[in-house]
């Protein structure tokens, strides 16, 4: 199938509304002159609700990560998300998790890693992800040095490395 057959839906964006002020100063600010829509009082309410309300619906998929040519998908439902999310939140908690202990999270995009950083701020911990790729650029880890430094992160998460690992 060429590019050009695949089929896209029409997404239906507001019109453009942008209030833009020019200060004396040489700043410009811009603002959104479309009032904001209702929305969830912080990023865990839908996985909260929808855990509770639609448990068997699918929150992620992804392509088997060790055959990403098998067919098919490894599906995560809300309700097995949420379950996980509240048991590694409290894993977190025991190992030292909260708003002044940040979790690295040192993996590719997966669903291990999105149960690590929902459950971190569960938890109330910041979440500081790092891709491999970035991190490995260099031969002596210098950036991931640098942000381990930068960020202090209390826990460490490392895909394909048996989990979570806390500082003292």
Not at 6 to 26: C, M, S
Not at 96 to 119: C, D, Q, T, V, W
């Amino acid at each position: 199938m060429s590019d050009a057959a695949i089929p896209f839906r029409e997404v239906p964006y507001l019109p453009q509304k942008l209030e833009v002020e020019r200060r004396d100063d040489g700043a410009i600010l811009l603002r959104n002159g479309h009032p904001l829509r209702p929305h969830p009082r912080h990023m865990l309410a839908p996985i909260a609700y929808w855990g509770g309300a639609a448990r068997d619906r699918t929150w992620l998929a992804q392509r088997d990560p060790v055959d990403p040519a098998r067919e098919g998908w490894v599906r995560l439902s809300y309700g097995e998300a949420l379950a996980k999310i509240r048991s590694l939140a409290q894993a977190f908690l025991n190992m030292g998790a909260g708003p002044h202990a940040p979790l690295m999270i040192l993996s590719r995009n997966s669903l291990e890693h999105a149960l690590a950083m929902y459950a971190a701020m569960w938890a109330g911990s910041p979440v500081v992800p790092v891709t491999p790729a970035y991190a490995l650029l260099s031969e002596d880890l210098g950036r991931l040095k640098y942000i381990d430094a930068l960020t202090a992160p209390r826990l460490i998460y490392v895909e394909g490395r048996g989990g979570v690992s806390a500082r003292t």
